[in-house]
Nanobody, 129 residues
Framework: QVQLVESGGGLVQAGGSLRLSCAAS?????????MGWFRQAPGKERELVAA????????YYAESVRGRFTISRDNAKNTVYLQMNSLKPEDTAVYYC?????????????????????WGQGTRVTVSS
């Protein structure tokens, strides 16, 4: 079993930055694991914001965050990060960390939340204008 615990959310003004962390425990992550950061705003569907293969070989960014957000991982700490810069009010949401333990071909990143097997409890990010 895998446990994911997010932290780092909070209230920030537009233009500010936050760094979210996702600490994973419970088992050793294989290099083909995909770690994703999703977000869900009130009344909206959960969407994939960024994802990375545990090996670091592939990354994905939603168009809305590309150039502002950076996903990274620290294998030694079993932790995935989401650095969020130039935050906008529309980035306000609950952010979830998720892990997908399926093997996919090189370069493929799963986008559907249903593909992910493990989820954190979420951390709220509020960006004020």
């Amino acid at each position: 079993q895998v446990q994911l615990v997010e932290s780092g959310g909070g209230l920030v003004q537009a233009g500010g930055s936050l760094r979210l962390s996702c600490a994973a425990s419970g088992r050793t992550f294989s290099s083909y694991y995909t770690m994703g950061w999703f977000r869900q705003a009130p009344g909206k569907e959960r969407e994939l914001v960024a994802a990375i293969r545990w090996s670091g070989s592939s990354t994905y960014y939603a168009e809305s965050v590309r150039g502002r957000f950076t996903i990274s991982r620290d294998n030694a700490k079993n932790t995935v990060y989401l650095q969020m810069n130039s935050l906008k009010p529309e980035d306000t949401a609950v952010y979830y960390c998720a892990a997908d333990n399926q093997y996919y071909s090189r370069g493929y990143i799963p986008y559907d939340p249903n593909d992910y097997d493990y989820w954190g409890q979420g951390t709220r990010v509020t960006v004020s204008s």
